[in-house]
């Protein structure tokens, strides 16, 4: 192999693909990352078998071929490089790979390509098309509700489904439920399916063009590809039966109530702060006619309280929620004022942007002494 | 206890004693802050016996006295209190401390102030004056070469001189030596104290003004003290015989090599890219009539080479050297050129920054093979 590029695009090819590469690992092979090059491309991947990322950018290829270098170093080397321009070429004496920049030369020992995983595309048999910031909000207003512990899989995921209705993503841990809907034009696809967290957390993180890209979905068997840009990132799916969430969300409240959303969110932050150790990770709320007082109680620190103004319809009730809980969904509440509906005090309540129906989170109360 | 100041400047004096705030310790005392109110003045203070901190800010008392909080919370709670203003009273009713600013409002157990071992100021028999850019530049061009290794405690701090010849500051763990002097106007005082690495750096970052200011210090047997606008730190000196480190510098030199600083550090950095791993920690340089040429050969990973121009006086020599100890002096050098002294591949080298007397780091070079 031998090669050009710009260091420029080296980099963020490199940067992408990191997320892929192994770090605990009983295979080498997986520490590395691959990279390809023909035509006048050069391809970087890499995959823990959970994950796989390719990225594809501009080379001038003076003979094409695979290598595989070691993902942490390469990483390393490539941020550092001098030059505007990266070469990189087998040594025909030594086996290494040689990468120089400007001054700089790296000879690289090569791990063998050939025992590399290397990615293969899904076919585009089954393909869905959908705007990258659509995508990005969907995961980043859900994906923060799913299950940390690996006792029960389904919940480690987010369910992404889409229909005529539209696209939906929905994610709970059994406590706590967020579900975020948005439109889709002209679809007659049906998907349906529960994608690993971190899958999706990775995804979103990569989802960061300026001006809106589509973004391909494809899906086979029990595996999904999301293809952008010069990216295609590909992932198992979880198996079994994600519960029917519309059962989950109530249908009617007693009572609303409406605040402005940032200040609410600074009060429920101040008074959590008492509540954060895990024993006492619970948080009162006293909702009134025109106020809402949030209150916390750690034996072993102390008491807070705060009150902030309310607009109610409906009837006076005292709450206590998961300190957590609440201000998770918080941090993802762009508009001014938000809706908190409540049935009972032991009833899952909902919270809401206000004049948005798009976003749904339902929360669990805790039941206190 | 009945004060109101400013959150701004509570906030500020919560950060700064912070830092002598123990974290794990068997006395619980320790893990808190102490308050005091008197005349029109708030004192905050905290230690962990190995550093103190006193920070004084101006407050309107309305009840003088004096409570320990939790120094941990007291300072997350403070970060995020949403008014201008803080009261701090403790409560009639039930002892706690009551902390309000605008609606929020926190009761916090206070913890019991009579067992909190209260700072003594030393005598101000022993005092010294300088400005603080002085110190910090002091500290900051040397504290790095301290022992993080405890088995000789003396290299675990720097040494601070000062008489009638100026100010110096001097550290070492036996394999590199920094000595950083600076002028001292009219000073008729003789001091030479150890000084624990973990203070010196916390000064330093606490030294921060924009425009010079003095900074006291203090001295009494075991004890040094730094005085310096609100701020009161006092520290146990470390005991013991500091090594002749005039012996260490070599008196002359037969080679001396002059690079551009940035230059030279960033093939440095690149090139001990592949030297990190620390069986394989070292860096080798041949030093010819224009140029320098730097190497690395890790046998896992590979090979870095670069070169870069330099002007010699005297021989042409190959040398290796530890990678962190050239990196670590090459980030403190400010200056456009450097020199690097040489006598023979196993002789202490030493690297200045150009046309600066003030500022010497020796190295000990490694045996090669």
Same mark, same amino acid.
């Given at each position: ?110 791990? #063998? %390509? ?8 899904? !076919?585009? *048999?089954?393909?869905?098309? /959908?705007?990258?910031?659509? @995508? ?113 969300? #109530? %249908? ?8 402005? !959303?940032? *200040?609410?969110?600074?009060? /429920?932050?101040?008074?959590? @702060? ?96």
């Amino acid at each position: 192999m031998k090669i050009t590029c710009t260091k420029e695009q080296l980099h963020h090819a490199v940067q992408i693909v990191q997320k892929a590469v192994a770090t605990k690992t009983p295979s080498p092979i997986l520490t590395g990352i691959y990279l390809s090059a023909e035509g006048n491309q050069l391809q970087l991947q890499a995959t823990d078998y959970e994950i796989g990322i390719k990225c594809t950018i501009e080379a001038q290829v003076d003979e094409p071929g695979a290598i595989v270098l070691s993902g942490r170093y390469f990483q390393e080397m490539v941020r550092r490089l001098p030059g505007d321009h990266v070469q990189i070429a087998t040594s025909q004496e030594d086996r290494t790979i040689k990468i120089t920049s400007n001054f700089a030369q790296f000879n690289l020992l090569s791990l #063998p %390509a050939e025992e590399f995983p290397v990615l293969k595309p899904l !076919s585009d *048999e089954n393909i869905l098309t /959908v705007k990258d910031n659509v @995508l990005k909000d969907l995961i980043k207003k859900t994906v923060f509700a799913c299950a940390a512990d690996e006792a029960r899989p389904i919940f480690t995921g987010g369910l992404l489904e889409a229909d005529a209705d539209g696209i939906r993503m929905v994610a709970t841990n059994t406590h706590r439920l967020a579900l975020k809907k948005d439109n889709l034009d002209n679809n007659d696809k049906t998907i349906r399916m529960i994608i690993p967290s971190k899958i999706l957390s990775e995804l979103a993180r990569l989802l960061t063009s300026e001006i809106p890209v589509d973004v391909n979905i494809y899906w086979h068997r029990n595996q999904v590809a999301f293809e952008f840009e010069h990216v295609y990132i590909i992932s198992r799916l979880i198996e079994g039966q994600f519960p029917d969430y519309n059962k989950v969300i #109530p %249908a009617s409240f007693a009572t609303n109530i409406t605040v402005k !959303s940032s *200040e609410f969110m600074d009060a /429920v932050e101040r008074v959590s @702060l008492l509540a954060r150790d895990s024993d006492y990770n619970v948080i009162k709320f006293s909702f009134k006619e025109d106020s809402v007082t949030i209150t916390s109680n750690n034996p072993d620190i102390g008491k807070a309280t705060e009150t902030v103004p309310s607009h109610m319809d409906g009837n006076e009730l005292d709450i206590a929620f998961n300190a957590k809980y609440v201000t998770d969904i918080l941090k993802n509440i762009n508009s001014d004022k938000l809706v908190f509906s409540l049935n009972t005090p032991l009833s899952p309540a909902c919270i809401k942007p206000m004049d948005d129906n798009n976003y749904t989170y339902v929360i669990t109360p805790v039941r206190t002494s």
